[in-house]
């Protein structure tokens, strides 16, 4: 059975509050303990709590102030390089939510062509037919295609092209078309 997703919301009866506190801050210490032993990295844990003016130190507070005086003796440069405060973490989150709406829209103008495509070769659907918003849907679909075309024959290598002199067959290494008179 399966636990249920505790909501994060203020807990604003100061019971439970200080046991909930009290639980995680615990699970989050051996979090902590687990992640270093498993990764093989230093690390230590601050928590305060300024209902009860405790402070939880994880391993201990020499550990952690050594821990500290280490990384304020880097150069800054290297302080920064993979730390992240809450907005840098957030802006990234945006940029990657922005990514996947541009996918998710693309897709949807892909299977919207897809239907009209499909409407007129299958159901007799014709071009007059259509409105603005679908013949721009299939030019956009078509444009789409022939960069996707362009860019696969770009990665292809240059061959010469023999061509049968009075006969209606192209010849290529890769590939034999035939010609229409």
């Known amino acids: 059975m399966t636990r249920k997703r505790t ?3 203020w807990i604003s009866n100061p019971t439970p509050r200080r046991a909930t506190f009290r639980k995680t801050s615990l699970v989050l210490a051996k979090k902590m303990e687990e992640l270093t032993i498993l990764c093989g990295v230093e690390g230590s844990m601050l928590i305060f709590n300024p209902e009860s003016e405790d402070l939880l130190v994880w391993p201990s507070p020499e550990k952690a102030t050594e821990l500290l005086a280490k990384y304020e003796s880097m150069p800054k440069a290297k302080q920064g390089k993979k730390t992240m405060n809450h907005a840098k973490y957030m802006e990234e989150r945006n940029k990657k939510i922005c990514k996947d709406i541009v996918k998710i829209e693309r897709r949807n103008m892909e299977i919207k062509a897809s239907l009209i495509m499909y409407q007129i070769n299958c159901q007799g659907k014709r071009l007059e037919e259509l409105t603005e918003e679908e013949c721009y849907a299939l030019m956009w679909f078509t444009e789409e ?8 024959t770009s990665l292809l290598p240059p061959t010469p092209c023999s061509v049968a002199t009075g006969l209606d067959i192209i010849w ?8 229409s008179p």
């Open 172 to 179: 290529s290494p890769t590939i034999i078309i035939k010609q």
């Open 7 to 9: 909501k994060l919301a």
């Open 145 to 152: 295609k022939l960069k996707e075309i362009k860019r696969r």
